[in-house]
């Protein structure tokens, strides 16, 4: 059954806690954090955000503030990616990675106009990132801050979130372009509104200082009423996620996998002007090849392929699952794994060990779910 | 939460109920809203012998797998089948269509070990 919390040790947001029990959720932990798992059933709220929309509250991800003269080649220092590729106003995605090209952890940047800009890390990292972003910092103009304490966050995700966001901010929501970010006034202060998300389906991240948050949540959810928005827990989340093949820290992502392991290669730039941590490891390692891939599994034989289950090939392990779990909008058994790229390929057909027996599965290429754009 | 006055039940939120042929036995109501939406059931063996809080099958939600235990000793003489393509039938009828198996006990007195509604009611 579900993790009980035990909450004397656990973390709680504004927005969290009390708040979400008493719309009925059903609380978990997750990592430090006592989360909502799901408010009606973890299916309904997931097509839910398919078919119409959905607010999440992701309180718990954090924020680290990067400022000064020196912040953007401090940046360029601690990112795969490469900064210069993107202008103001538009987030992107990189990975924070270790001398021997392992990942320490996968943000979003935001460069906000020059000399600011903010990463948005996961909640499990917080702590990490700051230190090993403060023990990088050899730049005497760049400042790191960890606001993660006073920021909160919430997710609108779905085909209808453009309307509800518009009507929330007064604006027009539906011309943020994909992963654009604006700063929209609200309440007497202001949140930023980034047309990303984590869900495979349009929507949009916005974020604030915790004062506001009930307030934003609240507008929110009577704005999304006609269009039938609902709050969303953990559980959708990671369903949704899984589907749209977006890697989660902890699970396809660790400081000992590599990022051209795991369909990640694309943001790191061994091309960008400036060195930058772990670039020898990964010149070396996407020289040698990877010998073992993210993958897509889908069960063959019924049954629900979760994480840390090992998969084999004619009688040999060629891996183990990373994420897996019932998905519903392809109304699939399947999960992503982590196999050997020389025995594997897409189309084979593996078995998945589950409890005492193994199940047929197919190896498959990710995502398992596209929007229709 | 439903609790059916004419069933018997473990403290592990599993029922049966006494009939001609065996025992049938199921998860509660209470069992099937904590696991929500159920996806899979990996049913018991016909012909297996279980013994009392020992795994009987397991149940697998969205979230995550659970283990059904044997509410009596015995020989499972019958499985629901039909759980197999319909497994979200445990969330819509736990006490009638979503029963899981028949047991035909090894030792009848472990019955006078079981919950009464009342008791079950109490505990929840």
């Known amino acids: 059954m579900l993790t009980e919390p035990c909450e004397e040790t656990l973390k709680i947001t504004l927005l969290m806690?009390?708040?979400?029990?008493?719309?009925?959720?059903?609380?978990?932990?997750?990592?430090?954090?006592?989360?909502?798992?799901?408010?009606?059933?973890?299916?309904?709220?997931?097509?839910?955000?398919r078919e119409k929309a959905g607010i999440f509250d992701v309180s718990h991800m954090g924020e680290i503030v990067i400022s000064g003269s020196d912040a953007r080649a401090f940046l360029q220092y601690v990112l795969t990616n490469d900064i210069d590729n993107y202008d103001y106003g538009?987030?992107?995605?990189?990975?924070?990675?270790?001398?021997?090209?392992?990942?320490?952890?996968?943000?979003?940047?935001?460069?906000?106009?020059?000399?600011?800009?903010?990463?948005?890390v996961n909640a499990s990292n917080i702590e990490k990132d700051h230190a090993w972003l403060c023990a990088h910092n050899a730049f005497s103009d760049a400042h790191i801050e960890n606001v993660?304490?006073?920021?909160?966050?919430?997710?609108?995700?779905?085909?209808?979130?453009?309307?509800?966001?518009?009507?929330?901010?007064?604006?027009?929501?539906?011309?943020?372009?994909?992963?654009?970010?604006?700063?929209?006034?609200?309440?007497?202060?202001?949140?930023?509104?980034?047309?990303?998300?984590?869900?495979?389906?349009?929507?949009?991240?916005?974020?604030?200082?915790?004062?506001?948050?009930?307030?934003?949540?609240?507008?929110l959810l009577k704005a999304g009423e006609q269009y039938g928005l609902q709050p969303i827990g953990f559980g959708a989340r990671d369903t949704l996620r899984i589907e749209a093949g977006c890697p989660l820290y902890g699970h396809e992502l660790t400081d000992d996998i590599s990022p051209f392991e795991v369909r990640c290669g694309w943001v790191v730039k061994l091309e960008k002007a400036r060195d930058f941590i772990g670039k020898d490891s990964l010149v070396k390692a996407k020289d040698r090849g990877v010998q073992r891939k993210l993958f897509g599994l889908e069960m063959i034989e019924r049954s629900v392929p979760r994480e840390n289950y090992e998969v084999f090939k004619n009688d040999e392990r060629v891996g183990q699952i990373t994420s897996g779990s019932y998905l519903p909008s392809v109304d699939k058994n399947a999960a992503m794994a982590l196999l050997n790229a020389t025995q594997v390929t897409s189309g084979d057909t593996v078995e998945v060990l589950i409890r005492s027996r193994r199940y047929k599965a197919l190896v498959t290429n990710l995502p398992f779910y596209k929007a229709q754009r | 939460m439903k609790v059916a006055h004419e069933l018997l039940y473990t403290p592990t939120h599993e029922w049966i109920k006494q009939e001609d042929e065996g025992i049938v036995c199921g998860i509660t109501d209470?069992?099937?809203?904590?696991?929500?939406?159920?996806?899979?059931?990996?049913?018991?063996?016909?012909?297996?012998?279980?013994?009392?809080?020992?795994?009987?099958?397991?149940?697998?939600?969205?979230?995550?797998?659970?283990?059904?235990?044997a509410p009596i000793s015995g020989t499972i003489?019958?499985?629901?089948?039909?759980?197999?393509?319909?497994?979200?039938?445990?969330?819509?009828?736990?006490?009638?269509?979503?029963?899981?198996?028949?047991?035909?006990?090894?030792?009848?007195?472990?019955?006078?070990?079981?919950?009464?509604?009342?008791?079950?009611?109490?505990?929840?």
Not at chain 1, 106 to 117: A, L, R, S
Not at chain 1, 186 to 198: E, F, L, N, P, Q
Request: net charge negative; with cysteine.
């Open chain 2, 77 to 124: 003489i019958k499985v629901n089948d039909a759980l197999s393509s319909a497994p979200e039938t445990l969330n819509s009828d736990p006490y009638g269509e979503g029963w899981i198996c028949v047991i035909e006990p090894s030792d009848k007195g472990e019955l006078k070990d079981l919950l009464s509604a009342e008791q079950y009611k109490a505990k929840l």
């Open chain 1, 90 to 120: 538009t987030a992107f995605y990189s990975l924070l990675c270790n001398e021997r090209g392992g990942i320490v952890d996968d943000v979003f940047v935001y460069p906000v106009t020059e000399g600011q800009y903010f990463l948005i």
């Open chain 1, 17 to 49: 806690g009390d708040f979400h029990k008493h719309a009925g959720a059903k609380m978990i932990t997750f990592g430090d954090w006592e989360v909502p798992a799901y408010y009606t059933t973890i299916i309904e709220e997931h097509r839910c955000v």
């Open chain 2, 30 to 69: 209470h069992a099937q809203s904590e696991l929500s939406d159920i996806v899979f059931v990996e049913l018991p063996e016909r012909g297996k012998t279980v013994a009392k809080g020992a795994t009987l099958c397991v149940v697998e939600s969205v979230k995550a797998a659970s283990d059904i235990y």
């Open chain 1, 148 to 219: 993660s304490e006073r920021r909160a966050m919430i997710a609108c995700q779905g085909p209808r979130s453009n309307e509800i966001v518009s009507r929330v901010f007064e604006c027009d929501a539906q011309v943020i372009g994909f992963h654009k970010f604006i700063e929209m006034p609200y309440g007497g202060d202001k949140a930023v509104i980034s047309a990303s998300g984590y869900t495979g389906e349009r929507g949009f991240e916005i974020m604030f200082d915790n004062d506001l948050g009930h307030t934003i949540w609240n507008a």
